[in-house]
Nanobody, 130 residues
Framework: QVRLVESGGGSVQAGGSLRLSCVASGFTSRPISMGWFRQAPGKEREGVASIYRHNSNTLYAYYADSVKGRFTISQDTANNTLYLEMASLKPEDTATYYC????????????????????WGQGTQVTVST
């Protein structure tokens, strides 16, 4: 059974940092790309960052403009874990954060395209206060 389990969410003050983790299990093949998405109350789910490993030496990372320079996506393939390092957090970063796995090949030209991601975690809440 495929599972994506997020952790690391919490409540922080503006300017603080958090590190989200997503442990993947149950896959019979490695996802082509993985991503972090978020959804704030009353808003649509949006892409935060995505990572695509072209080969053992080439990694592509994509970010929403709103998080560029503050968030970093990475993965530990040996431990099937996806990370999202979040720094300089702002109140507008408050949302439930989800990790997702895509098996689309080639990788979608629009990494934010939600239907391209087959498997989703249950989410972890991030709350940033002023």
């Amino acid at each position: 059974q495929v599972r994506l389990v997020e952790s690391g969410g919490g409540s922080v003050q503006a300017g603080g940092s958090l590190r989200l983790s997503c442990v993947a299990s149950g896959f019979t093949s490695r996802p082509i790309s993985m991503g972090w998405f978020r959804q704030a109350p009353g808003k649509e789910r949006e892409g935060v960052a995505s990572i695509y490993r072209h080969n053992s030496n080439t990694l592509y990372a994509y970010y929403a403009d709103s998080v560029k320079g503050r968030f970093t996506i990475s993965q530990d393939t040996a431990n099937n874990t996806l990370y999202l390092e979040m720094a300089s957090l702002k109140p507008e970063d408050t949302a439930t954060y989800y990790c997702a796995a895509s098996f689309s090949w080639p990788p979608p030209s629009n990494w934010r395209h939600l239907p391209a991601y087959r498997d989703w975690g249950q989410g972890t809440q991030v709350t940033v206060s002023t």
